[in-house]
């Protein structure tokens, strides 16, 4: 199912990477959640009978969207995918394969950071299944958010789907539950890409993620919050805030400054030097430290994301195309 609000410019390339699955039975369930934009016509545009749309007239708010797609699903495994991120051909088959390959009831695949224009900027093989397990509760290594798991309908509806207090780490959470039930499968390939952009949630807003670990600090859940603000300081840097990044590294270095790799350190330690080179104007330590925030170059495995490549550039054609 894919929750939408606004954004029929990212819902069509999103629409079109699910109804390029090969090798698998499927309906596409899109939730209008309060858009002002004509989400229908889009549908029509697109003229395939395997989609449906449902239309909340009032935001009920994306875990609520889920949800409600979610349960008027009828196959007996369910897949989110938010309107700004794409899948691989091979996604769902392989995930099903998996699944069935291993008797378990979610699944999630690897995934790469894409810009706005599809361009492949980040990505490596995330953790397997045994570590995503046992730190479930403190660190989150399912990548790609809700966008990158397969999971069973009967127990996504048993255990209670995504949970809508919760602002950012809904999905993490729902994970936590899931394991509960048992561990996933995984399919270790970039099978799908989430979008980096101005409009993400991270970057507009913040606080809420603040708000979550506030929230699972009460339910009785100790998340390691040094990677949490390292992201946080990662999407200040995209949204060109620099002084807020700094602080949230250098909340995440007092937090627990054993959690950090010695890379982590360099690249952290490196981009606060140079902007605190620029706020002094101290142009000479600007000079020594010019490495950009994305270079020209993706950063991650190169294999990874050369696999990734293949994928993302077909869908980039196809868009041009269109």
Not at 84 to 110: C, E, F
Not at 152 to 168: E, M, N, P, Q, S
Not at 171 to 188: C, F, I, K, Q, T
Request: hydrophobic letters at 40%; a positive charge.
């Amino acid at each position: 199912m894919i929750p939408t609000r606004d954004r029929i410019h990212l819902l069509r390339q999103t629409l079109g990477s699910v109804l390029a699955q090969n090798g698998v039975e499927f309906e596409v369930i899109v939730i209008d959640d309060g858009s002002s934009q004509d989400v229908s016509a889009v549908l029509v545009q697109v003229g395939d009978d395997r989609v449906r749309l449902l239309r909340n007239d009032d935001s009920m708010g994306v875990s609520a969207a889920r949800n409600r797609g979610i349960e008027a699903a009828s196959a007996p495994w369910v897949a989110c995918v938010d309107d700004d991120d794409v899948w691989a051909p091979d996604k769902l088959r392989s995930q099903l394969d998996a699944a069935v390959a291993s008797g378990r009831s979610w699944v999630y695949v690897g995934a790469v950071n894409v810009t706005p224009r599809l361009r492949v900027v980040a990505g490596a093989k995330p953790k397997p299944p045994e570590e995503v397990v046992s730190r479930i509760r403190a660190v989150n290594f399912v990548p790609g958010g809700a966008s990158g798991v397969l999971m069973r309908r009967d127990l996504a509806l048993r255990i209670g789907g995504f949970d809508g207090a919760f602002h950012h780490f809904a999905d993490w959470d729902l994970w936590m539950r899931l394991a509960e039930d048992g561990p996933p499968a995984w399919v270790p390939r970039p099978l799908m890409a989430y979008r980096v952009h101005q409009s993400n949630m991270a970057i507009a807003g913040p606080g809420d993620v603040e708000a979550d670990m506030r929230l699972f600090s009460k339910r009785g859940v100790s998340v390691d919050r040094t990677p949490i603000y390292r992201w946080l300081g990662w999407w200040a840097r995209r949204g060109g805030r620099p002084i807020k990044a700094i602080r949230y590294l250098a909340r995440a270095w007092r937090v627990n400054a054993g959690d950090y790799s010695v890379g982590e350190l360099m690249r952290d330690s490196a981009y606060i030097a140079r902007e605190s080179a620029e706020r002094f104007r101290l142009r000479y330590l600007k000079r020594i430290i010019r490495r950009p925030l994305i270079s020209g170059r993706p950063g991650g495995d190169p294999k990874w994301i050369a696999e990734a490549e293949q994928w993302v550039e077909s869908l980039r054609s196809d868009s041009q195309r269109h």
